[in-house]
């Protein structure tokens, strides 16, 4: 499975963005597509994550009401709306994939596919 993300960028506090995450391969073969962030000097966070089949949603506490995780299955691509940006929500945005759906999904090492990081800005 290859992963591209795009959508990254720069925005003001308060304002919005969607990261896009394009899959392609095996892709029957993926349980959970996730978002991941990192910044420099932090391990990297989870953010959200869907269960490609079911679409059943896991968000990270700091982003519940205000990020929204979404699926195309037709486009095999996933989608983060990202709402009332904070400056500390800046980071790379990372999208991956796996195959076990029987782990928990904000375990970074329990995902298999990893694709290229968005940079997102958000300045205050």
């Known amino acids: 499975v290859q992963l591209q993300a795009s959508g990254g960028g720069l925005v003001q506090a308060g304002d919005s963005l969607t990261l896009s995450c394009a899959a392609s391969?095996?892709?029957?073969?993926?349980?959970?597509m996730g978002w991941f962030r990192q910044t420099p000097g932090k391990e990297r966070e989870f953010v959200a994550a869907?269960?490609?089949?079911?679409?059943?949603?896991f968000y990270a506490d700091s982003v519940k009401g205000r990020f929204t995780i979404s699926r195309d299955n037709a486009k095999d691509t996933v989608y983060l709306q990202m709402n009332s940006l904070k400056p500390e929500d800046t980071g790379v945005y990372s999208c991956?994939?796996?195959?076990?759906?029987?782990?928990?999904?904000?375990?970074?090492?329990?995902?298999?596919?990893w694709g290229q990081g968005t940079m997102v800005t958000v300045s205050s």
């Open positions: 991956a994939a796996r195959r076990n759906p029987y782990s928990t999904v904000s375990y970074t090492r329990g995902y298999d596919y």
């Open positions: 869907i269960r490609w089949t079911t679409g059943s949603i």
């Open positions: 391969g095996r892709t029957s073969s993926m349980a959970h």
